[in-house]
């Protein structure tokens, strides 16, 4: 899955070549020309079938094209055509952090938007304060699977999106671990991953770390015709961005971060 005009390539990677794919969107009439940010997309599990294809991650990189980023999707080591083996979390922390280097050589002046799921959520928790990402999105991170659960929190907006009946990346470990976390991100409980486009389109339109999250939502459930949640935040002249975002079955928990 790519958008036309998709740039296929390899970038270095500390243990070899690492297979990528960028998705640069089209400019638009009446949009100032540069690049203001970019996003970079981790996979899930390596050794699981988790690849740069992966819906979800798909999913994330059109939500950053969509707000007129370019993303970068590519394969950890061992994974398609990247160079190297598996490394248990720990190279592919180094292989995310190579390819958001070489998106900083390319857009010099633009922020970095880091998202990923399950496996890949969990490495761009782990590097998020490292890589000095100006925005963060994990997908039902796997933290408990590779540490990251005692990363350094990120120093900006970030966003979790969870689902309540994942087998895989239980929600309890999840929100166990947000509600222990020194800096608490938003977080959206959803009957399933494919509702989470507009929840994270709108946490990618923020550009305010200290402004952008909305005051705190507490859970609920509405019924099935009123299951909605509504996000506002802050757009570049401080406007309002309000989304429905539909929840499906099941409850919403969209929390606010603390200014830095």
């Known amino acids: 899955m790519a958008l036309p005009g998709a740039e296929r390539i390899a970038i270095p990677g500390p243990a070899g070549a690492l297979q990528a794919l960028i998705e640069t969107p089209p400019a638009k009439a009446g949009e100032p020309h540069g690049v203001v940010a970019f996003g970079v997309v981790c996979h899930p599990h390596p050794l699981y079938g988790g690849t740069l294809d992966n819906k979800v991650v798909y999913t994330l990189a059109r939500a950053f094209q969509q707000r007129g980023a370019p993303a970068i999707r590519f394969n950890f080591r061992g994974v398609g055509e990247s160079g190297g083996s598996y490394d248990q979390g720990r190279g592919e922390a180094e292989d995310a952090l190579a390819v958001i280097e070489w ?94 486009a507009p929840a994270i389109s709108s946490m990618a339109a923020s550009t305010s770390c200290a402004t952008s999250c909305s005051p705190s939502w507490r859970p609920r459930t509405r019924p099935r015709r009123e299951r909605r949640a509504f996000l506002k935040t802050k757009g570049p002249e401080g406007a309002l961005l309000p989304g429905p975002y539909p929840l499906g079955a099941g409850k919403a928990a969209v929390t606010s971060s603390p200014s830095p």
Request: hydrophobic residues 50%.
């Open 103 to 196: 998106g900083r050589r390319r857009w010099p002046d633009a922020a970095l938007w880091l998202a990923g799921f399950s496996f890949g959520g969990a490495v761009a928790v782990r590097i998020a304060a490292q890589a000095k990402a100006a925005r963060l999105i994990a997908v039902a991170p796997g933290i408990d699977k590779m540490g990251a659960g005692g990363a350094a929190p990120p120093l900006c907006p970030w966003l979790i999106v969870q689902g309540d009946a994942d087998d895989v990346v239980l929600p309890e470990t999840v929100l166990g671990w947000r509600a222990r976390s020194r800096r608490l991100p938003e977080c959206a409980l959803r009957s399933c991953r494919c509702c989470a």
